[in-house]
């Protein structure tokens, strides 16, 4: 027997975006602040006075200097290189350098723990840590 198809449920189209889609894409949104919320929640509050800024040489730590300071020191790496190190409103900064290629120079001011600039031709190490 011949059956007669329904011609107006052929000709519609279904959105690209479905409703529960939305609610989806807005559920992992509200998850994604919520766990942003409670991460800056559970971080120990930032204060220059429990933060070092730690100067190594290789691997052997040379110098340590609080960060909430006002300090300019020269650092002199291996092989008699040397690294203007300046420190001023919770943030460390490598000056000037007499490596050739200047990236340390060029990295922008650390003041996070973790946080590091290196120069590799005077193996100068500057970071961020807490204070013991």
């Not at 992992?28 to 006075?49: E, G, H």
């Not at 040379?62 to 008699?80: D, H, Q, V």
Request: hydrophobic share 35%.
């Amino acid at each position: 027997m011949y059956t007669r198809r329904d011609s107006s449920r052929q000709n519609k189209k279904e959105p690209f975006i479905k409703s529960k889609d939305i609610i989806l894409i807005a559920d992992c949104l509200i998850l994604a602040l919520m766990s942003m919320f409670v991460r800056k929640m559970d971080a120990p509050p930032r204060t220059d006075s429990n933060m070092q800024v730690v100067v190594y040489v290789g691997e052997e730590e040379t110098a340590r200097y609080p960060l909430n300071g006002e300090i300019t020191a020269k650092l002199t790496g291996r092989e008699g290189g040397t690294n203007d190190l300046e420190i001023r409103d919770g943030k460390a900064d490598v000056v000037s350098a007499s490596c050739p290629d200047k990236i340390c120079v060029r990295q922008n001011p650390i003041s996070e723990i973790g946080e590091t600039i290196v120069c590799l031709p005077n193996q100068v190490i500057v970071t961020i840590e807490a204070a013991e």
